[in-house]
Nanobody, 128 residues
Framework: QLQLVESGGGLVQPGGSLRLSCAAS????????IGWFRQAPGEEREGVSC????????YYADSVKGRFTISRDNAKNTVYLQMNSLKPEDTAVYYC?????????????????????WGKGTLVTVSS
């Protein structure tokens, strides 16, 4: 069974930094994608950043470009989201999600489309 577990959320001041982790288990192939999504109360879910486990290609939403960095540690089966220059509007529950790759699947398509598996989320609160 595929399983995703997020960690690293918490309270941080505006302008501060936080690193989220997504630990994946149960994958038998490297042909999949991991994405970070977020949802604030009353708002639609947003694809923040995604990465190809196979080749490391990445995608970022315009709202986080230049501030967030996604990376992978394949030896640990873990994907990280380094969040810098945090703003109050970044406050949300952040979810790790996975999608199995198929022909013509792209990292951008993954991040704006439906995912196959989801973690339970970790809360990030940006406030002074």
């Amino acid at each position: 069974q595929l399983q995703l577990v997020e960690s690293g959320g918490g309270l941080v001041q505006p302008g501060g930094s936080l690193r989220l982790s997504c630990a994946a288990s149960g994958f038998t192939s490297d042909y999949y994608y991991i994405g970070w999504f977020r949802q604030a109360p009353g708002e639609e879910r947003e694809g923040v950043s995604c990465i190809s486990i196979r080749d490391g290609s990445t995608y970022y939403a315009d709202s986080v470009k230049g501030r967030f960095t996604i990376s992978r540690d394949n030896a640990k089966n873990t994907v990280y989201l380094q969040m810098n220059s945090l703003k109050p509007e970044d406050t949300a529950v952040y979810y790790c999600a996975a999608r199995i790759g198929m022909l013509f699947t792209t990292v951008q398509g993954v991040c704006v489309g439906n995912m196959d598996y989801w973690g339970k989320g970790t809360l990030v609160t940006v406030s002074s």
